[in-house]
């Protein structure tokens, strides 16, 4: 007999198993864009031929009305102390005393007038913060550089300004 060989027929299976995963939705993170604070040299002056109220026209004007906080701040503590020590000398000529109450008063309306101007330099910060500094309030137009430069506190255009003070007169004279 002859010798027959077995062959074994190899067989491959697939698996057609195929396992669905679960579609999972990636929420992103919102990306944090960290800014980094614009340095401006001391001798910086806004230009025209730069975009109105860029981030370097706010430092500097941020710069610029910090550092007049401070003064005021700096005079009207040394004027209030310094008033204070005027108070315990009394003189016995009258028309001293009168002099002296005027000079106390004037200085005390000066001291309120740097107030005021104290608490419009601190709303201006605010409008930086917020990017409305440099446009009016009633028109939403630019104020421009040069009537900033010359008052950094202004809230209006130089229209919008005398339309606000002819109102404020006519309702004074009533």
């Known amino acids: 007999?002859?010798?027959?060989?077995?062959?074994?027929?190899?067989?491959?299976?697939?698996?057609?198993?195929?396992?669905?995963?679960?579609?999972?939705?990636?929420?992103?993170?919102?990306k944090i864009v960290v800014k980094t604070p614009i340095k401006i040299s001391k001798n910086y002056i806004p230009k025209d031929n730069e975009k109105y109220m860029c981030e370097k026209h706010k430092v500097f004007f941020r710069i610029k009305l910090q550092d007049w906080r401070k003064e005021l701040v700096k005079a009207n503590n040394e004027a209030l102390y310094n008033g204070s020590m005027d108070d315990n000398?009394?003189?016995?000529?009258?028309?001293d005393q009168a002099s002296s109450y005027t000079d106390k008063n004037v200085e005390m309306k000066a001291i309120n007038r740097q107030i005021k101007l104290i608490s419009e330099i601190d709303k201006a910060l605010?409008?930086?913060?917020?990017?409305?500094?440099?446009?009016?309030?009633?028109?939403?137009?630019?104020?421009?550089?040069?009537?900033?430069?010359?008052?950094?506190?202004?809230?209006?255009?130089?229209?919008?300004?005398?339309?606000?003070?002819?109102?404020?007169?006519?309702h004074a004279d009533d």
């Open 1 to 30: 007999m002859p010798k027959t060989s077995k062959v074994k027929k190899k067989t491959s299976k697939i698996k057609s198993k195929t396992k669905s995963k679960p579609k999972i939705k990636v929420i992103s993170k919102p």
């Open 89 to 95: 000398s009394i003189s016995a000529d009258i028309v």
């Open 126 to 170: 605010i409008r930086i913060k917020d990017d409305t500094y440099g446009y009016c309030l009633d028109t939403a137009e630019p104020i421009g550089l040069k009537r900033l430069m010359a008052r950094p506190v202004a809230k209006y255009t130089i229209a919008a300004q005398e339309k606000h003070e002819k109102n404020e007169k006519v």
